[in-house]
């Protein structure tokens, strides 16, 4: 995602892909109308970083959703 600027198609598009990378089950925890834009780098950079890591376990999948609660409006 790096690559593409930073818009609000690709910030919502990033949002949507780790929720199904999570294996979220309640996708309204996932809608990138609750994130705050001004936070993209942050998100992208937990976004790059699921994507590099791949398989996550029960603890890293907790981890990361915590992360992304920072980022809620």
């Known amino acids: 995602m790096t690559s ?7 910030f919502n598009q990033m949002i949507d892909e780790m929720g199904i ?6 996708s309204s925890i996932m809608d990138p109308k609750d ?7 942050e998100v992208e950079e937990l976004y790059d970083l ?4 791949g398989r996550l376990t029960v603890a890293e999948t907790n981890a990361f959703i915590d992360e992304l ?5």
Do not use: F, I
């Open 50 to 53: 699921l994507k590099q890591k």
């Open 4 to 10: 593409e600027k930073k818009t609000r198609e690709s």
């Open 21 to 26: 990378m999570l294996q979220v089950v309640n």
């Open 35 to 41: 994130y705050d834009y001004e936070k993209y780098d």
């Open 69 to 73: 609660k920072k980022y809620r409006k």
